[in-house]
């Protein structure tokens, strides 16, 4: 017998997140992967690691890790975590809670920050 604890949803209420890559800046994520690829792999499994978190039925308001953070606009970083002496990267995503979808925009470094940020809002400007 299986107990229900009334503050998770039940598996039938559970929405199933997914990632869209059709807004990602490709090229400069190729580029960067060759330069960067330990960071950039690190990115994605903390990626992975907030994919799970909503698929298990987590609110995204209530996803809480230390790589993960707003930059307004429902634009946030994920930064790359366990690396030793690494390249400080960030994966840029957009979070569109009611369609349950993450879309993966751009990565970058701490140089590029604000120029990846502006971007990444202008991308996002309509949805």
């Known amino acids: 017998m ?10 039938s209420q559970k ?26 792999a690190s ?7 907030v994919l799970d978190r909503l698929n298990f039925g987590i609110p995204f308001a209530k996803v809480e890790y230390g790589f993960l953070r707003p930059e307004g606009g429902n634009v946030f970083r994920i930064g790359q975590t366990g690396l030793r002496h690494a390249r400080e990267t960030r994966l840029y995503i957009y ?19 604000q120029d990846d940020i502006n971007r990444c809002k202008r991308a996002t400007k309509n949805l």
């Open 95 to 113: 979070v569109k809670v009611v369609e349950t979808t993450i879309f993966v925009l751009t990565v970058g470094d701490k140089d590029s920050q």
């Open 2 to 11: 299986e107990i229900e604890n009334p503050d998770m949803p039940s598996a």
């Open 15 to 40: 929405p199933k997140w997914g990632i869209d890559n059709t807004l990602a800046e490709k090229g400069t994520i190729k580029r960067y992967q060759k330069r960067h690829p330990d960071e950039v």
């Open 43 to 49: 990115c994605y499994a903390n990626l992975l690691l």
